[in-house]
């Protein structure tokens, strides 16, 4: 039976309303999308900064770091951000004193972060970084005294995170410097400063191989391990680790540095 043209016109208006009438309710129901929260004028200011010290320009990107920092002194990635403007600034530096100064500033930013995040790995390495970088201006004294404090950093570093590269990275660092230490400079500075620690440059290929095996794109990596089969006298590994590490993409702010220390290492292979 056919439905009259009122009728059906009807069952079709019926319809439509009841459609439109459960969109709408489905509408009213539905919570709308959270709204992203406002950045605060120390986030701000740390986004701004973030731009420098991407381009590796220091001073610039403390310019805005520190009024941040004076906004929201507790914030801990502001004060590994500081950390590491302050590490780089020391390496530009020309005399010892004043990296030895600009170094203590971002060891001293670095431990705050450290005390405000025990179980943050990346605030827990930021010291053991900077005494690193900071061995190399520093009397023989100095440098007994801080070899602890590198080791102590880095094993809270990775207690927290054992996949952290960087913190692999120092420690393979840490091994390879004593190892390469003679034996009559360390009776010398035992005398006279106190005990060194004894390790071997196979434990340092152990953390820079760990290293790479979570991160193969930092060259690195790759350098310090070959520089370090180099110190073991083992040519072969040390070549291929050497070429494999020059011929990365410069990246990171010391990356450079290392490959002139990479290249310099590759000549001297017999």
Same mark, same amino acid.
């Given at each position: ?17 009841? %459609? ?71 390496? $530009?530096?020309? %005399? ?48 007994? $005294? ?55 440059? $196979? ?23 070959? =520089? ?5 006298? =083992?040519?072969? $590994? ?23 220390? %990479? ?8």
């Amino acid at each position: 039976m056919r439905l009259s043209s009122t009728l059906a016109a009807a069952l079709i208006v019926i319809v439509l309303t009841c %459609g439109l009438a459960h969109a709408q309710t489905a509408n009213a129901i539905t919570p709308p999308p959270p709204e992203t929260p406002a950045k605060t004028p120390a986030e701000l200011l740390m986004d701004k900064g973030d731009v420098f010290d991407e381009k590796f320009q220091a001073n610039r990107a403390l310019n805005y770091y520190l009024q941040a920092l004076a906004l929201e002194p507790k914030n801990v990635p502001l004060l590994l951000r500081i950390a590491r403007q302050y590490r780089y600034l020391m390496a $530009e530096a020309r %005399g010892n004193e004043d990296k030895i100064k600009l170094g203590n500033t971002a060891l001293g930013y670095g431990q705050r972060a450290a005390a405000l995040a025990p179980n943050n790995s990346e605030a827990q390495l930021s010291p053991a970084i900077t005494y690193g970088k900071m061995l190399p201006f520093q009397g023989s004294k100095a440098q007994v $005294e801080a070899t602890p404090h590198i080791k102590e950093a880095v094993d809270k570093a990775l207690r927290l995170n054992p996949d952290n590269d960087n913190a692999w990275h120092v420690l393979g660092r840490w091994h390879q410097v004593l190892a390469g230490i003679g034996a009559v400079k360390r009776t010398l500075g035992s005398l006279i400063y106190g005990k060194l620690p004894v390790t071997t440059n $196979e434990a340092a290929v152990a953390c820079f191989e760990r290293a790479i095996a979570i991160n193969p794109r930092r060259l690195r990596h790759h350098i310090e391990l070959g =520089r370090t089969y180099a110190q073991m006298g =083992r040519t072969k $590994e040390a070549r291929q680790a050497l070429q494999r590490g020059l011929a990365m993409p410069e990246k990171e702010y010391d990356d450079r540095e290392l490959k002139a220390k %990479g290249r310099e290492a590759l000549a001297k292979l017999p």
